[in-house]
């Protein structure tokens, strides 16, 4: 009687999932009228500058995915291994669960849905050391863009700028290191009497060498780039020409202010524009084509995979045992 209840409760999941996204993609696009201001951008930059930027983003959304599904299936592999294949579903099946929840943690529960029960929990351990790889590279290119942006804007010198130089070199610091001795969190957990059941979850951060950790770091570098090559090339599609420093500036600076707000998925296109807007201001006045591109690059990187994800999670069984 327990596979006939599994298998139903399964189905109730999936048909929640659908109408959650179906929700989504009615409040973001359809009820907001955003989808109508996108078409008929879209319409004028294709008009202007053809096909050929629009199937380069197409195919930097698909590089962008494929570097975080490498990433990830390098992490995993120190547990159990899956191949690439598996590993780009797990990642676009993340993405649909992710749609949900604040910051996307979702996406944690969709990605662990492809490994053996009994690794889930250390999958999650290992996933959430290439979330800190991806943080600490946003980190890295955001701080160092935004001294950039405050000195090219004259928003702050002085003393005020010299201390805040002071205090990101400080943080940047700390937090690589922190970073590269994850593995210590184990040792400390396993001198604690009361927190020794949790090692056995956790100890996958032993299994990374520095190396390791190196090789997810630049991978999440080179994500990062691809993302934001992406945005630079559909702000070009919409008519918003920046020289590449200035680009570079603005939207890694655009990327550092998202990151450090906590959002939900489905709301998070409003934030987004409005904290491209204001960045962007300082480059050009087309806040059209400034909020075509930001919703483009929602639509083409988290709305088209979490819509795919799903035809994945269709095949999926919420209800594994442990060593399926």
Same mark, same amino acid.
């Given at each position: 009687m327990k596979r006939p209840a599994n298998n139903i409760w399964s189905v109730v999941i999936k048909v929640v999932i659908l109408a959650l996204l179906c929700w989504a993609l009615y409040e973001q696009l359809i009820s907001q009228r955003r989808l109508d201001d996108v078409v008929r951008e879209f319409r004028s930059g294709v008009a202007e500058n053809?096909?050929?930027?629009?199937?380069?983003c197409i195919l930097l959304m698909f590089a962008n995915w494929g570097v975080e599904a490498f990433k990830w299936n390098l992490l995993i592999n120190k547990l159990v291994h899956i191949r690439f294949r598996r590993a780009f579903q797990a990642v676009w099946t993340g993405v649909t669960l992710g749609l949900f929840t604040p910051n996307r943690v979702g996406e944690y529960g969709g990605?662990?849905?492809?490994?053996?029960?009994?690794?889930?929990?250390?999958?999650?351990?290992?996933? /959430?050391? +290439?979330?800190?790889? @991806? %943080?600490?590279?946003? !980190?890295?290119?955001?701080?160092? $863009? #935004?001294?950039?942006?405050?000195?090219?804007?004259?928003? /702050?010198? +002085?003393?005020?700028? @010299? %201390?805040?130089?002071? !205090?990101s070199?400080?943080?940047? $610091? #700390?937090?690589?290191?922190?970073?590269?001795?994850?593995? /210590?969190?184990?040792?400390?957990?396993?001198?604690?009497?009361?927190?020794?059941?949790?090692?056995?979850?956790?100890?996958?951060?032993?299994?990374?060498?520095?190396?390791?950790?190196?090789?997810?770091?630049?991978?999440?570098?080179?994500?990062?780039?691809?993302?934001?090559?992406?945005?630079?090339?559909?702000?070009?599609?919409?008519?918003?020409?920046?020289?590449?420093?200035?680009?570079?500036?603005?939207?890694?600076?655009?990327?550092?202010?998202?990151?450090?707000?906590?959002?939900?998925?489905?709301?998070?296109?409003?934030?987004?524009?409005?904290?491209?807007?204001y960045f962007l201001r300082y480059y050009t006045d087309n806040t059209g084509a400034i909020l075509a591109a930001s919703t483009s690059l929602w639509l083409l990187n988290l709305i088209f995979p979490a819509v795919a994800g799903y035809f994945f999670i269709l095949r999926k069984n919420f209800f594994k045992t442990r060593n399926q």
């Open positions: 053809g096909w050929n930027l629009v199937l380069v990605r662990i849905l492809y490994l053996p029960a009994g690794f889930r929990i250390s999958g999650v351990v290992s996933s /959430l050391v +290439g979330s800190y790889a @991806t %943080i600490l590279a946003t !980190l890295y290119a955001g701080i160092i $863009a #935004l001294m950039v942006f405050l000195r090219q804007q004259d928003l /702050l010198g +002085g003393p005020s700028f @010299t %201390i805040i130089v002071f !205090l070199v400080i943080l940047l $610091a #700390l937090l690589t290191l922190a970073y590269y001795y994850l593995y /210590l969190v184990v040792d400390l957990l396993r001198n604690r009497r009361i927190m020794r059941r949790l090692v056995r979850y956790i100890e996958v951060l032993s299994f990374y060498s520095p190396a390791d950790f190196t090789r997810i770091f630049l991978l999440s570098l080179l994500r990062y780039s691809v993302f934001s090559a992406q945005y630079l090339i559909l702000l070009r599609l919409f008519g918003v020409h920046l020289q590449i420093g200035e680009g570079w500036t603005a939207v890694s600076v655009i990327f550092l202010a998202q990151t450090a707000l906590p959002s939900f998925t489905v709301a998070e296109l409003f934030t987004r524009g409005n904290i491209s807007l």
